[in-house]
Each structure stands twice: as C-alpha cells, then as structure tokens.
T-cell receptor, first 117, second 112 residues
Framework: GAVVSQHPSWVICKSGTSVKIECRSL??????MFWYRQFPKQSLMLMAT?????????EQGVEKDKFLINHASLTLSTLTVTSAHPEDSSFYIC?????????????FGPGTRLTVT | AQSVTQLGSHVSVSEGALVLLRCNYS??????LFWYVQYPNQGLQLLLK??????LVKGINGFEAEFKKSETSFHLTKPSAHMSDAAEYFC??????????FGGGTRLMVKP
C-alpha cells in the first residue's frame, strides 16, 4: 500500500514551453502533498506544500507564477513549470500524506526528470 | 526552525564492513527523525523513523539508528555492508505542518 506515482518519469522540452507533472496517490487519499526539487548531487529542497481544495504554500524563493500547483482532488496534484528555461532542469519529486492514516508519514513518488533544452 | 547536518558527503566501505552514516539535527521541539535511501533516478524510500519511545530504531535492509538527545544525533548503522547498499542516504527532521527538512545527503559506496 501507500504508493505514489508520478507522470511522466522524464520529459524533455524546449525553452519557453510549459510542462505539467502529475503526482498521484494510488491507494490512499492525500489532503497534503509536497513538491521537492533536487539538483544533481544535491539534497531535496521543498518547493511548496499542496493542500487539496486550497492554494499551495510556496517556500521562500520559489516563484509561484512559474511553478503552478493544483491539487484538485484527494489523489492528484499537478506541478506546471511555465515558460521553462534550462536552469529549471532538475529532478522533481512529490510526496503525499495519507489523510486517514495512523501516521503522518510522507510517501514519495519516483520522481520526474525535467530537461529543458 | 529545524536543520540537519550529515557529516561526510561520501562514505566508502568494504563489503561486509560496518556502515556508519552520521546525522546531527537541530530542532526547537522534540524531533521526529527519518532516514531515507535514494537509488539513482528514483524517489526516496523510508529506511526507518524515530517518533517517540525506544531510542534504538530498526529499519529495513538491516539498518538501524539510535536517537541520542544529548548529542542531537541520529546516526545510521548497519553491521555488514552489502553491494546493494550503495546509494544516497538522506537524514531528515520533521517540522511544523509535517514538512521535512533534509540533510545534504551521504553517498555510500561499497567496495568488493
């Protein structure tokens, strides 16, 4: 149980285009999902907290107009990188918390590698 | 605010040797602490966690960690390294709103 999927697993896009990444909780409902970014050989940095039915909370330094987050259902959150640039190339990882679980453990998705050319 | 420091960005051990990955934390409240493992191009897998109770926590794949409040440490150990243990390991502390703060990570290399 407690599986989180991400789609796509990797994507290449041209500079200036937008890319949408999906994060799904497959066997549980998640009122809260988190989006992280990981640059090569670095740690995970929290970008934003996504709450179902409300606006996302962005960490300091993360442009909310560039990284659009939508959490429209209890099993799906999306991250859209708008007007992507090469510096946005990174590994994006989401995690989700089981809304009805006994713990508040975060379950992580497998990640999406974005390459902007 | 929480912070996590992992001493040693790279650790190399021989197969069968003891694995010791160091983690020190800073937290203004009693911490919830985690160790995750990440294989190349994959997400994070939880190895173990400490919330309350017994300070020695056993996880998957033979790993364990001990919470030492006096030393603000949560070091990860495994008695005998296996080639399959080669990966990136992250220590994390949980803060308000279930947000995790991660350490910089330690890459474990296992030599045959």
């Amino acid at each position: 149980g407690a599986v989180v999927s991400q789609h796509p697993s990797w994507v290449i896009c041209k500079s200036g285009t937008s890319v949408k990444i999906e994060c799904r909780s497959l066997d549980f409902q998640a009122t809260t999902m988190f989006w992280y970014r990981q640059f090569p050989k670095q740690s995970l940095m929290l970008m934003a907290t996504s709450n179902e039915g409300s606006k996302a909370t962005y960490e300091q330094g993360v442009e909310k107009d560039k990284f659009l987050i939508n959490h429209a259902s209890l099993t799906l959150s999306t991250l859209t990188v708008t007007s992507a640039h090469p510096e946005d190339s990174s590994f994006y990882i989401c995690s989700a918390i089981d809304a009805f679980g006994m713990s508040y453990e975060q379950y992580f998705g497998p990640g999406t590698r974005l390459t902007v050319t | 605010a929480q912070s996590v420091t992992q001493l040693g960005s790279h650790v190399s051990v021989s197969e069968g040797a003891l694995v010791l990955l160091r983690c020190n934390y800073s937290s203004s409240v009693p911490p919830y602490l985690f160790w995750y493992v990440q294989y190349p191009n994959q997400g994070l897998q939880l190895l173990l966690k400490y919330t309350t109770g017994a300070t020695l926590v056993k996880g998957i794949n033979g790993f364990e960690a001990e919470f030492k409040k006096s030393e603000t440490s949560f070091h990860l150990t495994k008695p005998s390294a296996h080639m399959s243990d080669a990966a990136e390991y992250f220590c994390a502390v949980e803060g308000a709103g279930n947000m995790l703060t991660f350490g910089g990570g330690t890459r474990l290399m296992v030599k045959p």
